[in-house]
């Protein structure tokens, strides 16, 4: 597996966002590029009955978020925990706001690879301890994912809160995954 880790200041992409979030007016899709994903209130799966609600994000919380840098020595093992897929991963920094605590209303927003065709949508990740929460949020046309997440429980640990985009990986004429990840990434230790 091959790492790079891109620390990118996302924080020009968050005003991107927030003119793509507040429905400025968007290029029409194309004949095969069919009707865009509306965001809806969402819910996590965890293995036990804990749940996570996610909305998309508010436009106005976008203009107020920061970037998170995750310690570059942390990152080969987040990415381990979080890809199931043995492939070239780029790591960005995730843009949060709000605070990450029990409970806490958490906003997040990262970029992703753009639309090029037909709808999609980016994995949402939350994990920590005996907690893995996943939501498939959509992805715009400039490949933004935004959400504000409410957190659960969260006991002491190490937490990871991530937008994966797997849309680039395919078989490869070996039968072997080729392509690359992308991965935006915050990494939290709860006390």
Do not use: N
Request: aromatic content about 6%; overall charge positive; charged content about 15%.
């Amino acid at each position: 597996m091959s790492l790079r880790v891109s620390f990118l200041p996302l924080l020009a992409a968050v005003c991107l966002t927030l003119a793509a979030c507040t429905g400025q007016p968007k290029p029409p899709p194309g004949p095969s590029r069919g009707p865009s994903p509306s965001p809806s209130p969402v819910q996590f799966g965890a293995p036990r009955a804990s749940v996570v609600a996610a909305t998309t994000a508010d436009p106005g919380v976008l203009a107020k978020m920061t970037v998170t840098l995750p310690p570059r020595t942390e990152v080969p093992a987040a990415v381990h925990d979080l890809l199931a897929v043995d492939v070239t991963t780029r790591v960005s920094a995730l843009a949060t706001y709000g605070s990450f605590t029990s409970g806490g209303r958490f906003s997040i927003a990262g970029r992703v690879s753009p639309l090029t065709g037909a709808s999609r949508t980016a994995l949402i990740r939350l994990r920590g301890p005996g907690y893995d929460g996943r939501h498939q949020a959509a992805v715009d046309q400039a490949g933004f994912v935004a959400a504000t997440l409410t957190l659960p429980k969260l006991p002491p640990g190490r937490w990871y809160v991530a937008i994966e985009d797997l849309s680039q990986i395919h078989p490869g004429p070996d039968g072997l995954e080729t392509g690359y990840a992308l991965l935006d990434l915050a990494i939290y230790d709860v006390r």
